[in-house]
DNA sequence: AACCAGGACGTGA
DNA sequence: TCACGTCATGGT
């Protein structure tokens, strides 16, 4: 049977550093925006615009893929509108919904896009508790978490359904949220906070791309690298 | 043509 | 606490 440590390990191994959060850059020649990834820099942003944009695409990819919600929060920045006093005061919805139809659920998020402006600008730069971020309409668990990790570099473990998916299969049990989360911090409370960030940081980032590849919530274990130690996999052999 | 995607909220047991 | 319906678009 095998460790969460050593999951996260070979996960690491195999895939390399993730360098999350995405964030939208400018082509400097087609004057396109598109996402870019930083491995091996974890310092957590250090402009309010940034942190709003990295909450505004937690908020855009909730239930949806990260295409819809990448293309929604492109189109954003295109009219400027990735911006929080743009939001905050009084923007007009029918704009606002129709620049993030692509990430579906649009009249929720648009209001909670307006909420998140209106919060993080009573902020300023002050970093948030996890318990005011959960206080607002539209921010649960996996959002605050993404939030507080990689907008404002807290050493917090996002446990969303990739992650409970994964370590279900490979060590059976229940995991809700706050379980698998406050076993994280159990199993890393020896690292240092700079260590622990990093750490989980990258795990995060890997399970969702393990996810994606192979793990979500229908199985491709064809060349998962999980396969010889998955309990899921040689029980349900039989299946395949 | 169902099913799934980097959830959260409201409701009723 | 927990199970369930709802919210919506876009790709496979």
Request: aromatic content about 10%.
């Amino acid at each position: 049977m095998p460790t969460i440590e050593g999951i996260i390990e070979i996960l690491s191994a195999h895939y390399g550093p993730q360098g999350w959060w995405p964030l939208l850059r400018q082509d400097p020649l087609t004057r396109t925006w598109q996402e870019t990834y930083h491995p091996g820099d974890y310092r957590p942003p250090t402009s309010q615009e940034t942190r709003f944009e990295i909450g505004a695409g937690a908020i855009l990819t909730q239930n949806t893929s990260w295409q819809g919600a990448l293309t929604a929060l492109i189109s954003l920045k295109q009219s400027g509108c990735l911006e929080p006093r743009r939001l905050a005061e009084e923007p007009d919805i029918e704009t606002l919904c129709r620049l993030i139809r692509s990430s579906g659920f649009f009249n929720q998020k648009q209001e909670r896009l307006r909420l998140w402006a209106r919060f993080i600008l009573s902020l300023k730069e002050r970093t948030p508790a996890r318990a005011e971020l959960l206080a607002l309409k539209g921010i649960g668990p996996e959002t605050a978490d993404s939030i507080l990790l990689y907008a404002y570099g807290q050493p917090v473990f996002i446990a969303d359904a990739y992650a409970r998916l994964l370590i279900t299969r490979l060590l059976g049990g229940t995991w809700t949220y706050e379980n698998l989360a406050g076993e994280m911090n159990h199993l890393f409370r020896h690292l240092n906070e700079p260590d622990r960030l990093k750490m989980f940081n990258e795990a995060h980032a890997l399970f969702v791309y393990h996810g994606k590849q192979h793990c979500g919530k229908r199985l491709r274990c064809q060349g998962c690298i999980l396969r010889s130690t998955c309990s899921f996999f040689s029980g349900a052999r039989h299946f395949f």
